[in-house]
């Protein structure tokens, strides 16, 4: 879960929320919103720019 805080982040680049976020990666991998979910749950908030981009390309 995120608090309204870490959700600045989400806004700045763009989205209204991590979930937003999320949604719109699964659309752009071409991946089903859950996996999309499950590998940026494992990976944490903290890697959402960062090393989920580069595992949702592997999976691509």
Do not use: C
Request: net charge negative; no cysteine; hydrophobic share 30%.
């Amino acid at each position: 879960m995120t608090s309204p805080e870490s959700d600045n982040v989400y806004k700045r680049n763009g989205y209204e929320s991590r979930k937003d976020y999320l949604k719109n990666l699964a659309d752009e991998y071409g991946l089903p919103y859950r996996t999309v979910v499950d590998v940026a749950e494992t990976l944490g908030p903290e890697e959402d720019f960062d090393a989920l981009v580069t595992t949702l390309s592997d999976l691509e």
